[in-house]
């Protein structure tokens, strides 16, 4: 992260910022494609460090090779490498589908857990991972902090944190309800309109509370 420091937002521009967010994203959704938990979980899985276009890409082949638990808990490594091999970290994604889907099988009886605490348990699935799914299938007071929310609550002021985690700390903090809507709108503001590279100031909702165009990562 950049050694600037950022003025903090005030309580009074956080309540506009979230205002505006949920003015501009009123039914925010995730842009992965899914037909069910199970299907959810891996493509969330997947777009770790992944654009969701590339995983909507791969992901068919791969639910219609191993449509359930069971079927991918029993898949060869090599066959699950092949589908994924266009997407980042494939090697590591495809053990971590199959650890993922036989520990399913083995210890919930091949259901997918929708609890947070049991979600992580899951090989390959961090506390992100588990609040995107839970946020997207149960509507989850929850936030989740991808790079494009990170970039953007710096960018505004709304968090001056070193990691994802305390960021996700600091914004339900302050934000407290609508978290499920605020995470998507800000996923999509920060993908299509506060961009890492070029973001596209001019016109801008969020103008009268950015405090730096400056990028920041996690």
């Known amino acids: 992260m950049a ?30 494609n899914y037909n069910n938990l199970y299907e959810l979980l891996i493509a969330v899985m997947l777009s770790a460090q992944c654009t969701d276009k590339r995983v909507n890409i791969i992901s068919p082949a791969l639910f219609k090779a191993y449509p359930d638990p069971i079927s991918l808990a029993n898949a060869e490594l090599d066959d699950v490498k ?24 083995e210890n919930y009886n091949g259901e997918i857990p929708l609890e947070q605490k049991e979600l992580v348990k899951l ?6 991972t588990a609040n995107v ?60 309109r506060c961009k890492a590279v070029k973001p596209e100031c001019d016109d801008c909702f969020m103008a009268p509370y950015c405090k730096t165009s400056e990028t920041f990562r996690v």
């Open 3 to 32: 050694s600037k420091k950022i003025k903090k937002a005030t309580k009074k521009e956080i309540e506009a910022i979230k205002a505006l967010f949920l003015e501009h994203y009123p039914d925010s959704l995730t842009e992965l």
């Open 82 to 105: 092949a589908l994924l091999n266009t997407c980042s970290f494939f090697n590591n994604k495809a053990k971590n589908l199959i650890k993922m889907a036989q520990s399913v099988v």
């Open 123 to 128: 090989a390959g699935v961090g506390q992100k």
């Open 133 to 192: 799914v839970m946020i997207e299938f149960t509507g989850a007071n929850l936030m989740a902090v991808d790079t494009h929310v990170f970039r953007v609550a710096h960018r505004l002021g709304l968090s001056d944190d070193k990691t994802a985690t305390k960021t996700e700390e600091t914004l339900s903090k302050k934000f407290k309800t609508d978290l499920h809507l605020l995470h998507q709108a800000m996923v999509l503001f920060g993908r299509y």
